[in-house]
C-alpha cells in the first residue's frame, strides 16, 4: 500500500514559487471561508490555516480519488481501526458544469461540491490517489458509471450487492464496469482483518454473528491499486480510541 505522505502541507516536485500560484486551484476565498465559518473545531488558528492552505494547493483532476478520516464516532473508529488505516471514507473527483465536485457515498450516493468534502475531513485531513497515465482514458466511464448509482442508500454492513453502496465499493465498481472488468485495489475477508475490539458493535450492525468470510474493499485496500499513485496529503495518521 501507499503509505500517506504526511506530515503537514507535502506534495510531490518543487515548491510553487509564489502565493498566487498556489493559491490558484480553489483560491483565496476558500481559505477566508473555511477560517471564518471555523470548520475545523478543536484545531488551534495555524492548524486550520495549515488545513485551508492545504486545500488551497491542491490541484483537483478529474478520477483523482480522495481519501479523509471522518469525524469520530463508533462506526469511524471501528472502521480505522479494523482496517489499521486513517482512511476511513474515499470519493472520486468530477467536473460538473465547471465546478470540481466528489461522487461520494456518505448517507446515499450524491454529488458534494469539492471544498465541502475537503472540508468534512477529521483535523482538516486528506490524501489523493491518482490514476496513472496508462489508466486516465477510463476516468470520464468511471465518473459516468458513478452517476448510475447516485440515490442509492449506504451500506452500513459493508456487502457487495449493489442493493445498498458503500463508499470504497462505489469508486471499485465504476471503475470495474467501466473497463469490462478490471479491479481498482485489493479485495480482504473480513475475518482476517482486526475486529476483535470493536466485536458488540459489528454484532449490533449484523444483527447477528460476525461475517468473517465476508469480501469487503475497504478504503486502504482500494488505495492499495496498482493503478493508483499518491499525489497529495495533509495531516492523516492512524489514531486509537
Known amino acids: 500500500m501507499h503509505e500517506p505522505i ?40 495555524w492548524s486550520r490555516w495549515q488545513a485551508a492552505a492545504a486545500i488551497a494547493r491542491y490541484e483537483p483532476r478529474e ?4 481519501f479523509q478520516s471522518l469525524p469520530h464516532g463508533p462506526v469511524v473508529w471501528a472502521i480505522e481501526g479494523v482496517t489499521d488505516s486513517p482512511y476511513s471514507h474515499c470519493g472520486i473527483v468530477g467536473r ?17 461540491p469539492l471544498r465541502d468534502y475537503l472540508e468534512r475531513g477529521r483535523g482538516g485531513g486528506f490524501a489523493v490517489y491518482r490514476l496513472r497515465d496508462e489508466f486516465t482514458e477510463h476516468v470520464p466511464a ?12 449506504y ?13 470504497s465499493e462505489l469508486i471499485y465498481k ?12 485489493t479485495l480482504s475477508r473480513f475475518g482476517d482483518m482486526k475486529w476483535g475490539a470493536y466485536e458488540a458493535l459489528i454484532r449490533q ?13 475497504t478504503p486502504v485496500g482500494l488505495a492499495r491499486a496498482p493503478q493508483l ?4 496529503s495533509h495531516n492523516l495518521a492512524v489514531e486509537s480510541p
Open 96 to 112: 460538473e458544469e465547471g465546478q470540481w465536485i466528489v461522487y461520494e457515498a456518505i448517507g446515499r450516493v450524491r454529488v458534494t
Open 63 to 66: 478520477g483523482d480519488v480522495i
Open 229 to 232: 499513485e499518491p499525489v497529495f
Open 174 to 185: 465504476a471503475f470495474r464496469d467501466a473497463t469490462q472488468g478490471q479491479e481498482l485495489g
Open 6 to 45: 504526511a506530515p503537514a502541507l507535502a506534495t510531490p516536485g518543487p515548491r510553487p514559487r509564489s502565493p498566487s500560484r498556489w493559491l490558484r486551484p480553489v483560491g483565496l476565498a476558500a481559505i477566508v471561508t473555511a477560517l471564518a465559518a471555523g470548520t475545523w473545531s478543536g484545531l488551534s488558528a
Open 155 to 167: 451500506d452500513i454492513r459493508y456487502r457487495l450487492d449493489d442493493e445498498k453502496i458503500y463508499c
Open 205 to 217: 450492525i449484523e444483527g447477528g454473528p460476525i461475517p468473517v468470510d465476508r469480501l469487503m474493499i
Open 142 to 153: 468511471t465518473l459516468e458509471r458513478c452517476r448510475t448509482y447516485l440515490g442509492r442508500p
